[in-house]
């Protein structure tokens, strides 16, 4: 999965938004203004910052060389994934849905509830 490619399945995720709370260089993906995701090139190679679930964090980092602990955030909850096509891009997008899943799951019970009402709790808890 290259960077647009990650761009365009963080966006198409219900309700997902775009910001630039850091610069330019890093884009922020919210649901409900809760980060789910960092998009970014670090030294020319483009990689993603995304929340798990820490036994799964552990897991997927001894799975996969691209998966490391997350740069510049709790490193127990969130990973960084290299986007350098050695993880299937269905595996990307696994790790995409598990990271919007769990944020999803801390909202406040009123914004949960609305986006399960309005997409379907298959399409908001697709990696829980």
Partial sequence: MDYQAAK????????AVEDYPFG???????VKQKMFAILMHREGVAQMNLKC???RAAALRDMYE???????MNKLHWNTVILNNTIADSDVQKMIDHSYSLVVKGLRK???????????ETEIFKEL
Avoid at 24 to 30: E, G, I, L, R, Y
Avoid at 110 to 120: Q, T
């Fill in 8 to 15: 365009n399945y963080l966006l198409s995720k219900p309700e």
């Fill in 24 to 30: 330019p260089q890093a884009a922020v993906f919210k």
């Fill in 53 to 55: 679930e820490p036994h």
């Fill in 66 to 72: 691209a998966v490391i602990p997350g740069y510049h």
């Fill in 110 to 120: 009123v914004e949960k509830s609305a986006l399960v009402l309005a997409y379907g």
